[in-house]
């Protein structure tokens, strides 16, 4: 096999790999937000809330040590 030929297909590997990725990553998404709502769990005020909410979650407290901020 050429080298150029190996760099061809390494490099639309990659690209590819990058699309079953993000493909599986919304697969993901979707299939929770189905199931939740198959099983009655899911409540549409809040997923909408969280969706269109753009500030960060707020902090969750921690007592491991490793994981606090040191004053």
């Given at each position: 096999v050429p080298v150029?030929?190996?760099a061809l297909i390494l490099g639309v590997d990659?690209?590819?790999s990058e699309c079953r990725s993000l493909t599986n990553f919304?697969?993901?998404a979707v299939a929770?937000?189905?199931v939740a709502r198959w099983d009655k769990?899911?409540?549409p005020a809040a997923?909408?809330?969280a969706l269109n909410d753009r500030s960060p979650p707020p902090a969750v407290?921690?007592?491991d040590?490793?994981?606090?901020d040191a004053d």
């Open positions: 150029a030929g190996m990659r690209f590819m919304i697969g993901n929770t937000v189905v769990a899911l409540d997923l909408d809330a407290p921690t007592t040590p490793a994981l606090q």
